[in-house]
């Protein structure tokens, strides 16, 4: 078994000590880069990515817009942006391919929950999504909040569950609501993000992940999340691998949620 062509990784960082951090950075990974990132594609049989800003830049997204750059026409951005941004700015975003604006809702993210909704207004006639870490726990006392955004919503990292719940719990189904709405979309990664006392707990958020599987294929994403920042112990090319064969076992759903979907939401073709 292997990837289909045209696999997309839909989560990416790229990270140069060359770049100033933010001051709300609580995260200092050290140096990715894209020459690293263009090994784990040649193994993995990668060919699309979507380079995402991570927490160590904030505001700044210089250093993304850089990488994708340096990957070409097979690469797309999601920034951060607060609702100061202008349109002209947002513009140079969208043409430099970005097609989604990140709201990090754990320590070190930079824009807050009460711009959510500002940037969603702004960013929606550009065709954009609200793409949205958090810890999934939360989501039933923000369902109201998201179910109402102008714009397509993406969960990072199968909820990112702190700790993971069961299938039948609020807060999985809070996730569930979501996803039913056709306009929510739900990344199959990084399950050492989900975390049961400090640590990762992957057999329950493969049971999230199967769930998810069998409610919407149609609207989930696939990702490594390489470099892996913050882990002690990063899962290795033949664990990424392995994890994802178990996940979707089959060509047909390889090719919908590694090639179709990441199609349809950021814009490539298929």
Not at 14 to 30: E, I, N, Q
Not at 65 to 74: E, P, Q, T
Not at 247 to 262: F, G, I, S
């Amino acid at each position: 078994m292997s990837f289909p062509e045209g696999a997309c990784d839909t989560h990416m960082h790229v990270y140069d000590g060359r770049y100033p951090s933010s001051p709300s950075a609580t995260l200092f990974p050290p140096d990715a880069s894209v020459d690293d990132y263009r090994a784990v594609q040649a193994e993995l049989g990668l060919r699309r990515v979507v380079v995402v800003q991570p927490t160590t830049y904030g505001l700044d997204n210089s250093c993304q817009i850089d990488a994708a750059a340096r990957l070409g026409d097979d690469a797309r951005l999601v920034v951060v942006v607060d609702a100061t941004a202008t349109d002209a700015e947002l513009e140079r975003h969208d043409a430099l391919g970005a097609r989604g604006a990140r709201f990090h809702m754990l320590p070190g993210g930079a824009v807050g929950w009460e711009a959510m909704r500002p940037v969603a207004e702004r960013i929606a006639p550009l065709g954009w999504h609200i793409q949205l870490q958090t810890d999934g726990n939360l989501l039933p006392e923000r369902l109201d909040e998201l179910m109402a955004l102008p714009c397509p919503l993406v969960v990072d990292h199968v909820g990112r569950f702190m700790p993971p719940p069961t299938i039948d719990s609020p807060a999985f189904n809070a996730l569930l609501a979501l996803l039913d709405t056709g306009r929510c979309w739900v990344k199959l990664s990084a399950p050492y993000e989900s975390t049961h006392d400090g640590a990762p707990h992957y057999p329950t958020v493969s049971a999230l992940v199967r769930e998810l599987i069998e409610r919407r294929p149609d609207r989930l994403l696939w990702a490594t999340n390489w470099p892996h920042p913050g882990q002690a112990d990063p899962p290795t090319i033949d664990q990424i691998r392995d994890l994802t064969l178990d996940w979707l076992p089959t060509d047909e759903l390889r090719r919908q949620v590694m090639v179709e979907n990441p199609a349809i939401l950021y814009g490539f073709d298929t």
